[in-house]
Structure formats: C-alpha cells, structure tokens
C-alpha cells in the first residue's frame, strides 16, 4: 500500500534559507509558485508499520525492516543504519545508533514496566518514582561516577509537574 502526501512550504518563514534575493531552486518550484514543492512517500507492510518514506525534494530514503521473531526493527536512513532491539514485554532493551562507531543504549525496567536505567555512552541515568507512574528523580553519572544529572521532580494534585529542582548544583 502506499500513501502520499504533499508539503508546501512558504518560503517567507524559512528567513534563514531564502529572502527575496536568493529565489526558489527552479527544480525544486517546479510551478514557479513560490513554494519549496515536495512530496513525501510512505510505504506500509501488511501489517500497516511504516517500511519506505521517501522526500522528493532531498531524494533521501528511510527504510524500515521488521524482524519479527527476533524482536528488532532496523531504520536506515543517510546517518547510518539505527537497530532497536525489544525485550518480551516488547519494551526498548537496547538502540544500536550509527553515530559514536555503533554505540549501545540499554535500557533496564522495573517490575512496572518504568524505566530504571538507561546506559548510554558515557553516562549511566538512574530514575526512581514517585510511588505512581510519575518520575519522582533522574541522576546521571558520568564514566568516573561523577554526577552531572542530578533532578528530583515535584507534582500538582492532579499530576502535572510544578517543579524540576536541580538538586546537585
């Protein structure tokens, strides 16, 4: 199945790209309009997950693949490929990211299915909560175990935050 949709983009509010010197890329306003004409194109497997985006205007693609029994899902796009790797609660376990030679974040939950610990390189983040479903605090360390994220969260009786203290500076 695919689906298209078209964005226009009005170049008076991308001050930084255009101003009225620097005019439309002629291939890319193909009607002569004014507008950045582009088209995205999606594509979907049979079980309507996205697998093919493609933008005309940058020609770049995104592909997705979905591995179903071996609960993973890789993104290619021009940065590199990304591998998200679920647990049997199909929660994240780990992303393997293209940038920093294919570095690993890991992911720990608790018996609520909250995250605990997040593992990235460099830091380490520890979350605890607040008895309920709201972070109650978010440290990180450093690789020296120094802290360099140190926030404790305070809420409205209606659960919304009021207060982020940082707590260690």
Known sequence: MKRVGTI???????FMLYDQTTPVDPLKDTDGDGYLNSETTSEYDANNRLIKQTVTHSGTSTI???????DVETT??????????RNKEDLVSSVQIPNYDGATITYDYNLSERIRTIRAPGVVTDFTYNGG??????KGRNNAGALVVDLAYTYTDTEQISQITNAGW
Do not use: P, R, S, W
Not at 64 to 70: F, I, T
Not at 76 to 85: C, D, H, I, N, R
């Open 64 to 70: 997705h693949n979905y591995q179903d029994k071996e």
């Open 8 to 14: 226009g983009f009005l170049l008076f509010f991308i």
């Open 133 to 138: 479903t709201k972070v109650a605090t978010m």
């Open 76 to 85: 290619q796009t021009a940065l590199g490929k990304t591998k998200v790797t």
